[in-house]
């Protein structure tokens, strides 16, 4: 992706099933853990609702109706299988790709912060939880693309404000942070293009980087 993106487009492309699984994931997890973003949505969905009911209807062909029908009755029922509630910390959305709670997962040490990859195989995408210590801060950098980013528990600040829990942020190439936590803070971040070092060192870095 290389278009701007914002918060209205998600939840727009939530709205309409369109999003590929790592974006939908970040959007699920937001609305799971804000009211407000909560209210957003429900107010595109009926704003959606009203234009469709300005649409000219179209007439179906003859039989359509007795089509569907039939195709209904040869569909086999989902059997989705109970997921456990496991540690109730997780958000909803999160829990099968957490199914054992945050401790158990195999966490990267990266100094004051660390992640570790979720089992996303969408291609383009990386979607990680990271951890980063109260105090501490991210090295300066900015994006090759976009970095979408919910904060699960705690807060961190940067150039766009203060975010807390439920809060969704987008950074793209016009974003040059260094992401500091208020208090130990996680977050789900997903991108879809690597991250590009600004600082002095940071520049000396990048070709070693896969981030």
Known sequence: MTDALTLDELLLGHAAGSLPEPLDLVVRTHLALSPDGRRRYRLYR??????LETLEPVAMRPGAWERLDRAIDRVEPIRVPPV?????????PLRPYVPEGYERLPWRNLGPASEVELPIGTPGYRARLIQLKGGKS???H????????VVIEGSFRDVQGVHRRGDLVVADATVDHSPVADE????LA???APLKLTGPIGRLLNPLLRI
Do not use: W
């Open 142 to 149: 900015t994006h090759k693309g976009h970095e979408i980013t």
């Open 84 to 92: 456990s509630v496991g540690d109730p910390r997780v958000p909803p």
């Open 46 to 51: 009926a704003l959606a609702g009203a234009l």
């Open 190 to 192: 997903v991108t879809d």
């Open 184 to 187: 130990d803070c996680l977050c």
């Open 138 to 140: 991210i090295p300066r």
